[in-house]
């Protein structure tokens, strides 16, 4: 299945249970806010872990290319609230993701939401974005 | 030295169940200050009026409940977004918990050092938050740490033990058995606290901290010469009034204070989040380029 890159266009949506939630760390010390992002990937590896879970997925860009991305969420607590399951997304699951890239430059982000390709679901993913340090 | 540690825990086990089988004897007295008190706030949160609260509780020995009612849950939120020194603009302004805040950051009195530090901090986005890398929260610290903390009296031990869900797995002791404070004793994240009642308010001055951690997590500094005095008062059931001065003559020119207004929610309760579990934060914090 081909996958793709899109385009960096801005958070668009009312994303459910996705209201700023804090965090253990500065939001703005990580992720720039002005840069959303999207992608749509393959499920690698989910860490259902504290202080934050993270998830990884394959993107494949446009000329064929694929990267590894990580992505954070809040901690399993909050994302339970949220409606999340520790089985919600597994290895081998398609996911587009809205959130906001990292300061740093590398293939990682924070998700604001994530929505499972194959049922339409959408989850909030807990962010911390717009909350103070 | 570890069969005392066992001793220790089966002690405050063993008195916690003693303290839940209480019930019958807590009560509480009616509220001078029955209502929504955090919600008339002037900043966030203006204008939201939240149910009015039950009194303050209290237990068999007359002392504030600052815990669930035996047979209840909850836990005092935490006030995560908020800082120690100005609490302007985010609805803790609150005349009727009548907080010794509302000051602005030029009000406090930093010594020159801890001022540039406080805004060295500010300018990485507090990246360098000891927190961040699972590192214990003393002080202030504790009390705005996301996912809430609980106090646990146990009076059959004269010893109030507090604890906090979003850090290392976090607890400190203070000691209420009216005893001396020890001399010669190593700084430490938590420092060594001692506690009394002065009528319906819990006095807990503290000494011997290490500088291992920040004072709040807006990056205020201290230094080992801190003596740190909390008060924490229940004025209705839904509302912890907490009150740190800050006597630090290596940091400070003189005392100041700072507090919060915490919330109590009554639809949650401790659970374990240790934070080392799979902490990735640390090497994420972006300062600039290098």
Not at chain 1, 60 to 69: F, M, R, V
Not at chain 2, 188 to 211: A, D, P
Request: aromatic share 10%.
């Amino acid at each position: 299945m081909r996958l793709r890159t899109f385009a960096i266009l801005g958070v668009t949506g009312v994303l459910l249970a996705a209201a700023p939630l804090l965090a253990h760390h500065s939001f703005a010390a990580e992720y720039d806010a002005k840069k959303p992002i999207e992608l749509k990937g393959t499920i690698t590896k989910v860490d259902w872990m504290n202080p934050h879970v993270y998830f990884y997925i394959d993107v494949k860009d446009d000329s064929g290319k694929i990267a590894n991305w990580a992505f954070e969420m809040g901690p399993p607590r909050l994302l339970e609230r949220g409606g999340w399951k520790k089985s919600t997304m597994k290895e081998g699951d398609e996911v587009i993701v809205s959130g906001t890239l990292a300061k740093d430059g590398g293939k990682h982000g924070n998700a604001r939401s994530v929505t499972l390709a194959n049922t339409g679901q959408k989850l909030g993913g807990a962010s911390s974005e717009g909350t103070i340090p | 030295m570890r069969n005392r540690e066992i001793v220790g825990l089966a002690a405050v086990a063993t008195a916690a169940l003693i303290f839940s089988f209480a019930a019958p004897s807590f009560g509480q007295e009616p509220s001078q200050n029955p209502g929504a008190l955090a919600a008339k706030g002037k900043g966030k949160g203006k204008g939201k009026q939240r149910p009015p609260s039950r009194p303050t509780p209290h237990g068999p020995d007359g002392h504030v409940l600052l815990g669930p009612l035996p047979g209840e849950g909850g836990v005092w939120n935490g006030n995560a977004g908020a800082t120690i020194a100005t609490n302007v603009g985010r609805g803790l302004d609150n005349n009727l918990v009548n907080l010794p805040t509302n000051l602005k950051i030029p009000d406090v009195p930093f010594q020159d050092w801890a001022r540039a530090l406080y805004d060295s901090r500010q300018a990485n986005n507090t990246a360098d938050d000891p927190h961040v890398r699972c590192k214990s929260s003393g002080g202030p610290r504790l009390y705005h740490t996301p996912y809430g903390f609980e106090i646990v009296d146990i009076p059959e031990l004269e010893r109030i033990y507090i604890m906090g869900v979003g850090g290392p797995h976090t607890w400190r002791v203070v000691y209420m058995d009216g005893r001396e404070r020890p001399k010669d004793i190593d700084p430490s994240f938590h420092g060594y606290s001692i506690g009394h009642w002065e009528g319906e308010k819990l006095v807990v001055e503290t000494t011997n901290y290490n500088q291992r951690f920040w004072l709040s997590r807006e990056g205020i500094p201290h230094t080992e010469y801190l003596k740190l005095t909390e008060t924490f008062e229940r004025p209705e059931y839904d509302t912890l009034r907490y009150i740190a001065t800050i006597d630090d003559p290596g940091a400070y020119t003189k005392p100041w204070s700072g507090g919060w207004a915490i919330p109590w929610n009554p639809n949650d309760e401790m659970y374990e989040y240790v934070c080392q579990e799979n902490n990735r934060d640390a090497r994420h914090m972006y300062r600039g380029e290098q």
